[in-house]
């Protein structure tokens, strides 16, 4: 039987605070449907490179995505050149830019990779080898031959979703992603994790690959996605969740029937969550809901006080004012919001960016449950942005990738500076004071909920109480 080793690095200052759930639903995928088991996950910043030749591969398989992927090519290439096995990358960098394909992969995986990996595998443990002519009948890959990248035909979307089994979590060691932690940015230490229950988007913001690559979403049905609620809370002592959806809440109608299967296995309240919305989707009655199914914080993309540049970033369905009552409401029903802003936008002003700081003081007046986050607006391959950057020549074709970040304190070199109208020294003092005052209420936050709970956490685990203290000044 040969050996799968499915990596998933990451790289310093990006952080691995969760599980990579890619990986752990492929390996479910291959064990449930060609009966293989010879797989080993290995998740780690450090030490990556002896840790997977410790685990003598066949194959080993890359997540790769664009933050990072510089720390992959050199893996993969040390991989290549001193284990000698073979070498297959996936995840949205190669999906989005197969082209770029390393000399050091035999196999790029484009889109989604469970049944491509099924096949790749089962041709492997067929002919104990990858020949081009049997790689060119599997759909949804790219490969070299003869010097040449060859490209197969794309592979249609798994349907329904529910055929791809729940993740295989016990390839990690969860008890690292189970130390409690601000999994819910609502101040509560607690066991949480993350889960999918839908793939794709209806929604084309202009700086998001997802609706292009994966289509309208494809929905895990409510029963399945209780079954993994109940999985995380009973096997796991989960108190806490994350959905990581895209768009959790694509169907009122699945949210209403999840809260019965919920109440059925008597869940209800012995689990907290945290899901994305987008506020045109916003109503007293979803909200309702959700705080009845125990949603304790929304995540939204508010990304613009400007109209100008909210309508540029994210189409013509949203306003600045529809963003500012969704907050409004989410937290009319106890529920905190944690509110992504970008600046940096080809078409932004320093008035924009002005209007969306006042924007960031009003939600954070709104209430202390109330986050904000900032990133500066990056062209990530396969976006719209991303082709409107390289058409205007803000990229160059040999692109250092260490330079990409979505932060404003790592964004320090040009090579991804998409602005039309402000100087870049200019652009980095106000981001500076943009994120300055994202964070300016988090310490505040974080003391007005103090209670004698972190205490008694501070006394039962010292770690935790330090990890707690390191939160608190890092946060002011």
Known sequence: ??????????????????????????????????????????????????????????????????????DVLDLMQKVKEEIGCHVIAGGPHITCLPDQLSEYTDIGIIGEGEQTLLELIRLYLDRSRFEPGELEKIDGIVFRTNGQLRYTPPRELIKPLDRIPIPDRDLLDMEYFLRPSQILMSN???????????RGCPYHCIY??????????????????VEEIDLLVRKYGVQGITMSDDLFVSSS????????????????????????LRANMVNDKLMKMLAEMGVVKVAFGLESGSQPILQYLKGKDLTVEMNRKAVAMAN????????????????????????????IKEILDMSPTNFCQLTVTTPLPGTKL????????????????????????????????VNEHIEFEEFLKLAKETMDLANSRRLKSILSNFSTYYIRKAISDPKLGLKILMDYLRHH
Request: charged share 30%; proline share 4%; glycine share 8%.
């Open 188 to 198: 509560q230490y607690i066991r949480g994790t993350t889960m999918l229950t839908s």
């Open 386 to 417: 991303w082709d409107y950057a390289l058409k205007k020549g803000y990229i160059e074709k040999d692109i250092d990738w260490r330079q990409f970040s979505l932060s404003p304190l790592m964004s320090n070199r040009k090579d991804f500076y």
């Open 1 to 70: 039987m040969a050996k799968l080793v499915l990596v998933n690095h990451w790289s310093k200052g990006i952080g691995n605070n969760k599980p990579p759930l890619g990986l752990c639903y492929l390996a479910a995928y291959l064990k449930k449907y060609l009966k293989y088991e010879d797989i080993s996950i290995v998740n780690t910043g450090d030490r990556t490179f002896e840790k997977i030749r410790n685990e003598n591969p066949d194959i080993v398989g890359f997540t790769a995505y664009t933050a990072g992927y510089y």
């Open 332 to 359: 009319k029903y106890g529920i905190g919001s944690y509110c992504c802003f970008m600046i940096g936008a080809p078409p932004e002003t320093k008035d924009d960016i002005r209007k969306t700081q006042e924007l």
């Open 253 to 276: 109608t699945r949210i209403k029937r999840i809260i019965e299967g919920m109440r059925e296995k008597d869940l209800l309240g012995k689990v907290k969550f945290l899901v994305d």
């Open 208 to 225: 998001c690959h997802v609706a292009a690559k994966w289509g309208k979403p494809r929905l895990h049905s409510a029963e399945r996605v």
